[in-house]
């Protein structure tokens, strides 16, 4: 018997044909054929590696930033540098007076809009309430003068600055003193306890316009005389020792002298034994 050599594929008395094998190249019925691999085509071989050189490179020249499309450096603005190194050499009351100087000129529309301008500052906004009241708030007529209560409440409760704070309450009481009164006083007199002393100072002086004014109300000033007892009420003990009170203590013991003035002497049960001694 006639043997094959290990790289000839038997395929005597078999229809089967190789997987691999061309299409009609069928080997002779009883014979054999080598398996041999395909020829490379070394055209499109360098055909493919050229286009995936070029669809690199391609990808890498999108991705690559050019000296044109690079962002500037924004540099920082003199002016709001200046400003905010101002903030440190001067104090807050030198500020407000001088936002208020700077805006006292301004038209009403321009007083509006700043007023509804979230990008101002505290000191500015402040002193944009400011300027409305002693320039405009006489001259707002009933349907305007709904519109800015409106505002002013809202600044007053969004704003965290005590300055707004008591810039707005302060307007709100010069446009309806009966209806502000009772809600502003006692928020006005506890900033008067506040650690920044121009806040104290303003508060004791837009309280002191407010007390000045005549006729004396026994309204407001029982509101006032229940507002300072029920803080002297709670610092009581802090009393027992003080023989001559302090620049905070003498303000609030000069609006309860006030209170007590125009209320009588009936009210003097009412307090501290503490603060009596200081009256």
């Not at 009412?270 to 001694?277: A, N």
Request: glycine share 4%; aromatic share 10%; charged share 25%.
């Amino acid at each position: 018997m006639k043997r094959y050599s290990k790289s000839v594929i038997a395929t005597v008395g078999s229809d089967q044909r190789p997987a691999c094998r061309q299409a009609g190249s069928e080997a002779p019925p009883g014979r054999g054929f080598v398996a041999k691999s395909a020829p490379r085509n070394d055209t499109c071989y360098f055909v493919f590696v050229f286009l995936f050189l070029f669809a690199a490179n391609s990808a890498w020249t999108d991705d690559s930033v050019s000296p044109e499309s690079a962002p500037a450096v924004q540099e920082q603005d003199p002016m709001a540098m200046r400003e905010e190194e101002a903030l440190f050499l001067f104090d807050d009351q030198e500020l407000l007076d001088g936002y208020t100087q700077k805006y006292r000129d301004a038209a009403w529309d321009e007083i509006i809009q700043m007023l509804g301008d979230e990008s101002l500052s505290a000191y500015q906004l402040a002193a944009t309430i400011r300027v409305f009241r002693q320039e405009f708030v006489k001259e707002t007529v009933a349907m305007d003068k709904k519109s800015m209560e409106r505002l002013l409440l809202q600044l007053l409760n969004r704003s965290p600055s005590p300055f707004v704070q008591v810039e707005a309450m302060d307007t709100l009481i010069a446009m309806d003193r009966y209806k502000y009164f009772r809600a502003m006083i006692p928020s006005m007199i506890q900033k008067l306890d506040h650690y920044n002393d121009t806040v104290n100072a303003l508060a004791f002086d837009y309280l002191n316009q407010m007390i000045a004014q005549e006729p004396a109300r026994s309204r407001e000033a029982q509101i006032v005389f229940n507002s300072i007892n029920k803080i002297l009420f709670l610092s009581r003990n802090h009393l027992t020792n003080v023989k001559e009170p302090g620049p905070r203590l003498s303000q609030k013991i000069k609006l309860l002298r006030w209170s007590i003035k125009v209320l009588g002497t009936e009210d003097l049960n009412k307090l501290p034994k503490e603060v009596i001694g200081l009256l």
